[in-house]
């Protein structure tokens, strides 16, 4: 399997811009998860789906993040307009929802670092 | 959710066993204690989960002491390449709505020296 893929890899934008990220999750996984990371704050959950319904979204900072998860396939974060206090590495993760002795694994892409002039 | 407490950092040399540990008072019957390692530039990886007891495998052994209040992420023969920042999770991973909260702490970074 090709594991979570994010993309782009990096993004530098200037404040004001829209910004969309990416991410494919592994096939199969019904969870997907959103996670932002700064020196600052550490890993921060920002959103999660199970079945492409978003669960919590309680970690979204504000109205300018929203993610989408069309389908089981596909989900982006998108940030309008973009700030320089959301420069960060964002990541991907997915796992399958747990039944009997799975562990739950989390599995993350690379991440996408975003750049905010 | 359980509220998780580890060093900040940690040094070590090749060849030492590493053992990090994870203070978590409030951790309730359900959860479970995950453990996962980051390399720069990358996103976490999975190392070990348990419940109780101890747990091993390839990577690291787990210790949950019986009151569960606390764990210990024992590394066997550190080498460079382990120089990494480790993060213990509590939760129980199995609810499948709401609640399935994975909150990843400030981890404990670990330097392994030559």
């Known amino acids: 399997d090709a594991g979570v893929i994010q993309s782009p890899r990096h993004e530098v934008t200037e404040m004001g811009q829209e910004v969309t990220l990416r991410c494919k999750p592994i096939?199969?996984?019904?969870?997907l998860f959103w996670y932002r990371q700064t020196m600052m704050r550490g890993l921060e959950l920002l959103i999660y789906?199970?079945?492409?319904?978003?669960?919590?979204d309680s970690g979204m900072p504000e109205d300018r993040f929203s993610a989408k998860m069309p389908n089981a396939s596909f989900s982006t974060l998108k940030i309008q307009p973009s700030e320089p206090r959301d420069s960060a590495v964002y990541f991907c993760?997915?796992?399958?929802?747990?039944?009997?002795?799975?562990?739950?694994?989390?599995?993350f892409g690379e991440g996408s670092r975003l750049t905010v002039l | 959710l359980a509220k998780t407490t580890q060093p900040i950092s940690m040094d070590s040399y090749e060849g030492q066993e590493v053992n990090i540990t994870c203070s978590h008072n409030?951790?309730?019957?359900?959860?479970?204690i995950t453990w996962y390692q980051q390399f720069p530039s990358q996103g976490p990886r999975f190392i070990i989960q348990g419940y109780k007891t101890k747990v091993t495998n390839e990577v690291a052994s787990l210790f949950i002491p019986a009151d569960r209040k606390s764990s210990t992420l024992s590394l066997p023969r550190v080498s460079l390449s382990d120089t990494a920042v480790y993060y213990c999770l509590v939760g129980d991973h199995r609810i499948k709505a709401a609640g399935n909260k994975l909150t990843f702490g400030g981890g404990t970074r670990v330097l392994v020296k030559p």
């Open positions: 096939s199969g996984h019904n969870s």
């Open positions: 993760a997915s796992s399958p929802l747990v039944g009997g002795g799975g562990t739950g694994e989390l599995f």
């Open positions: 789906f199970n079945n492409n319904v978003p669960i919590d």
């Open positions: 409030n951790i309730a019957t359900n959860d479970y």
